[in-house]
């Protein structure tokens, strides 16, 4: 089945720095959507990407769908505390089957 | 937050019993889905329904079984729960708009451990 590989698994940063997770496929992708899971909490939506080549950007975030439309990421610039939690791609597979790459956890050192 | 609510939040049941998990929703989405979360596997699908009666598998199904009767009521049920089994199980919704899945929405998510 459709499955999306999302890297790092973990990442520490200093507040200030800037962080990056990617989202990858080896099949083309309709859509991809991105949520982020506070600690304890439950996942929210961030954004949909459907276009090839889109870039999109919330405040501090950018997300951006490749041009083949396999590949994704999400960039914070200039991380603050509140960014901490896990972030996470989902792409559809077929009949709404809607799944999740792995996760990338971010921690943040004040 | 979107009208989803799961039931139980909390669970501890022992080996080898059935459980049924609720999720309810309110939004009259079509599709509904069970995930359950693990440390270093993020979410993966269980199942997944996309209309009353209407379900299929996810990537880790086995030792679960799920019915939907009513458009806003979908159940989990382990038939016999087993400790690899213990985990946090969310409930999600979504709909189609033009063809293409819309936002999920998650419910608060159910801790289950069975000992």
């Known amino acids: 089945g459709q499955q999306v590989m999302q890297i790092p698994q973990y990442q520490h940063v200093q507040e200030g720095e800037d962080f990056t997770t990617y989202c990858n496929s080896s099949?083309?992708?309709?859509?991809i959507q991105w949520y982020k899971q506070r600690p304890g909490g439950h996942p929210v939506f961030l954004i949909q990407?459907?276009?090839?080549?889109e870039v999109k950007k919330q405040k501090r975030l950018t997300f951006q769908f490749g041009e083949a439309k396999k590949n994704s990421s999400l960039h914070i610039t200039a991380t603050q505390t509140t960014d901490v939690g896990t972030y996470f791609c989902?792409?559809?597979?077929?009949?709404?089957?809607?799944?999740f790459g792995q996760g990338t956890r971010l921690t943040i050192n004040p | 937050d979107a009208g989803i609510t799961q039931s139980p939040r909390h669970k501890v049941t022992e080996t080898g019993t059935p459980v049924t998990l609720r999720c309810h929703q309110t939004?009259?989405?079509?599709?509904m889905y069970w995930y359950r979360q693990d440390p270093g596997h993020g979410l993966r699908l269980i199942h997944y329904?996309?209309?009353?009666?209407?379900?299929d598998k996810g990537e880790v199904s086995d030792g679960y079984s799920v019915s939907r009767s009513k458009t806003e009521d979908f159940l989990l049920t382990l038939e016999s729960a087993t400790s690899s089994q213990t985990s946090v199980y969310f409930c999600a919704i979504s709909e189609s708009r033009k063809q293409m899945n819309t936002e999920a929405f998650f419910g608060q998510g159910t801790r289950l451990t069975v000992v």
């Open positions: 990407l459907v276009k090839s080549g």
């Open positions: 329904s996309y209309g009353v009666k209407d379900t």
């Open positions: 989902a792409a559809t597979a077929g009949a709404q089957k809607l799944v």
């Open positions: 099949t083309t992708l309709s859509n």
């Open positions: 939004e009259n989405h079509r599709y």
